[in-house]
Nanobody
Framework: QVQLVESGGGLVQAGGSLRLSCAASGRTFSSYAMGWFRQAPGKERELVVAISRSGGTTYSADSVKGRFTISRDNAKNTVYLQMNSLKPEDTAVYLC????????????????????WGQGTQVTVSS
């Protein structure tokens, strides 16, 4: 089992940057593929970026490609989301999630594939 705690959210102007962190408890962080999702009011939860347990495979949604980058440091039990060139439509609660996997190179696109979730951190981008 793993517990996830996000940090780094806040209010930023359009065009600015934020770096989110998700710290995981436990000794087996490297056994989990990780994902960052977001949910805006009245909208469905959507996958933003994902990363394999090894860090060698990543995925970015088309809406954030070229602007957002996911990375992980397995020694620090932490996954990061670097967000650049932020837009007002990026405003949402951002949640990190973990999926236990035996595959070192796989990421997971569906929320239902993730068993563990953080509480979320609010990101607000003003125009």
């Amino acid at each position: 089992q793993v517990q996830l705690v996000e940090s780094g959210g806040g209010l930023v102007q359009a065009g600015g940057s934020l770096r989110l962190s998700c710290a995981a408890s436990g000794r087996t962080f490297s056994s989990y593929a990780m994902g960052w999702f977001r949910q805006a009011p009245g909208k469905e939860r959507e996958l933003v970026v994902a990363i394999s347990r090894s860090g060698g495979t990543t995925y970015s949604a088309d809406s954030v490609k070229g602007r957002f980058t996911i990375s992980r440091d397995n020694a620090k039990n932490t996954v990061y989301l670097q967000m650049n060139s932020l837009k007002p439509e990026d405003t949402a609660v951002y949640l990190c999630a973990a999926a236990l996997t035996y595959s070192s190179g796989s990421y997971y696109p569906q929320a239902s594939q993730y068993a563990y979730w953080g509480q979320g951190t609010q990101v607000t981008v003003s125009s």
